[in-house]
């Protein structure tokens, strides 16, 4: 995907992320996340949780990711995201994006990002800047 | 009442901890495949891009000294909520670095809605590589319900 491929409005071919507890205990010991609220079930509805949640920083991983995937080589500048609500472990989850600008002198495009949990409900928003090879 | 250009003047844009960071191979390698990012800069040591995940950067720092400076007042009322993060990316930061993080308060606002007045901290993590390089910045927005 190059800068010259890309239109205002495009969708990013959404991806549906593998937030299961093996992934997520691999994640969480990369990132110095290591806690229980993350890899128990029983101990995160112990603390009123719906079960073991995914770390909101997991949900950028995933959606830097898509960006990948849909632009390989593509720089990501800045990412930015609120965290909603949570995303509960071993469910599944859908990652979307949308072109919102194009800057034609720097050739970087804004993508408006969203995360929904299992039950379609929007868990992450956000935005990314991202440069894009000519 | 919070007096915001008080908390403005005493706290905005001053340093209050740092910590360093050592980046392995091996961590770099397993967050990128926790995130199912296959992209051979962030899943190949071989490729001469290979670096960390641009998202990494936002797991380092997370802890309380860091965030906030131990003689920040405690305000408004309630548990406070989580306002986003953002990353942003000025370099490449690769396993063997040793970075900075340099903890300050970005800045303190407040919004008025429906539901009254609400703070805004923005705690900022500015990294550095070995070299004093800039590699990333990292804010971090709490929001706290005061009184009006």
Redesign the interface.
């Known amino acids: 995907m190059r800068f010259s491929d890309v239109e205002l409005g495009d969708d990013l071919p959404e991806?549906h992320?593998?937030i299961s507890m093996e992934?997520?205990k691999?994640?969480v010991?990369?990132?110095?996340?290591d806690f229980p609220r993350f890899t128990d079930h029983e101990f995160a509805k112990a603390e009123g949780l719906p079960g073991a949640i995914v770390p909101?920083?997991?949900s950028?991983?995933?959606l830097?990711?898509m960006i990948?995937?849909w632009a390989?080589?593509a720089?990501?500048?800045?990412?930015?995201?609120?965290?909603r609500t949570t995303m509960v472990v071993d469910t599944s989850a859908t990652c979307r994006g949308a072109v919102t600008d194009l800057n034609e002198e720097s050739h970087l495009v804004e993508v408006d990002l969203t995360m929904l949990n299992h039950e379609g409900v929007t868990s992450v928003i956000?935005t990314a800047t991202v440069e894009l090879a000519d | 009442m919070v007096d915001i250009d008080s908390l403005r003047r005493d706290w905005v844009g001053k340093e209050f901890h740092r910590a360093e960071y050592t980046i392995g191979q091996q961590q770099v390698l397993d967050y990128a495949a926790s995130c199912g990012d296959t992209d051979p800069r962030y899943s190949d040591p071989s490729n001469p891009d290979f670096e960390a995940h641009p998202t990494f950067i936002g797991c380092l720092g997370n802890t309380r000294d860091a965030m906030t400076p131990q003689d920040f007042p405690g305000l408004g009322r309630g548990r406070s909520i989580d306002g986003g993060k953002s990353v942003e990316i000025h370099g490449p930061i690769r396993p063997g670095d040793r970075l900075s993080a340099r903890s300050e308060i970005a800045d303190i606002y407040a919004k008025t809605g429906r539901s009254g007045t609400m703070l805004f901290i923005v705690h900022r993590l500015n990294f550095f590589n070995q070299n004093e390089e800039p590699v990333a910045t990292v804010d971090l927005r709490q929001i706290k319900a005061v009184e009006d």
Request: glycine fraction near 12%.
């Open positions: 991806t992320p593998d992934r997520v691999l994640f010991k990369s990132a110095y996340m909101g920083v997991m950028q991983g995933f830097a990711a990948h995937q390989p080589g720089k990501i500048h800045k990412l930015d995201t609120v965290f956000g």
